[in-house]
């Protein structure tokens, strides 16, 4: 019954129709990029973003694939009082980010340039801690990043990944993916083993968007 209902565009429709609006920056944003196929995340994840971050009230965010710059700013609407860490290594991305940031007077965020892998190794080698993170990047480097992502998790931190779903071929049979798709559905699916079996996270996966898993440290460790 509960898949049924997920499934109706009508259900969707109405569910993101009781939806707060934006404020008029971010709507705005939001309404260009998808006037030029910019990839943003989608209205339901930012529904469950905005809830995760004033549920939390987070002091350091840190996000993995900024694009333009509209989930970082969504991120620092609903939590004015956190620093926002944003990764992103396309130059074209990167300088639209900043002319938003700029713009839209963002000074709580700091965008590292760069490889995200190189740039969270660094992160993580001086020993920084999040107690929000938000991966929404390039899908099949997403099991690179997690070591990192992991050791710079604060306990009672969350994680947040985006589009594990992969349009619904994550549960498909590798057999049956395009030979072009197979090595991100494959990654995909280790990654989704990973955060499901670490001894130290919480983690339920929701059908919001394209799919998000949610991750909770539930200790420090890192056994």
């Known amino acids: ?3 049924t209902m997920l499934q109706n565009p009508h259900m969707s429709e109405y569910l993101l129709s009781l939806e707060p609006d934006l404020p008029e920056y971010l709507e705005n944003m939001r309404t260009d990029a998808v006037k030029r196929d910019v990839p943003i995340i989608r209205r339901e994840a930012q529904s469950l973003l905005r809830f995760l971050v004033k549920l939390m009230n987070p002091k350091q965010i840190l996000e993995v694939g900024t694009a333009i710059g509209f ?3 969504l991120l620092s609407e609903f ?3 956190a620093q926002i860490t944003t990764i992103e290594k396309v130059p074209a991305r990167i ?3 900043k002319e938003n940031f700029t713009k839209f007077h963002k000074s709580q965020i700091t965008l590292l340039e760069g490889d995200a892998a190189q740039v969270l190794e660094r992160l993580a080698a001086n020993q920084r801690k999040y107690d929000f993170l938000f ?3 390039a899908k099949a480097q997403y099991g690179v990043y997690y070591p990192f992502l992991y050791s710079m998790m604060k306990e009672g931190a969350v994680l947040v ?3 594990i779903f992969q349009e619904g071929s994550l549960a498909d049979s590798k057999f049956t993916v395009t030979r072009r ?3 991100i559905h494959m990654r995909m699916r280790e990654y989704v083993n990973l955060i499901i079996s670490e001894k130290n996270l919480s983690t339920v996966l929701l059908p919001v968007g394209d ?5 909770i440290k539930t200790s420090e460790s890192d056994q």
């Open 1 to 3: 019954m509960i898949d």
């Open 71 to 73: 989930s970082a700013c």
């Open 79 to 81: 939590a004015p009082d």
């Open 95 to 97: 300088a639209e980010a």
């Open 135 to 137: 991966l929404d990047a």
């Open 161 to 163: 990944t985006d589009n």
């Open 181 to 183: 798709n197979r090595t």
């Open 211 to 215: 799919g998000m898993a949610l991750s």
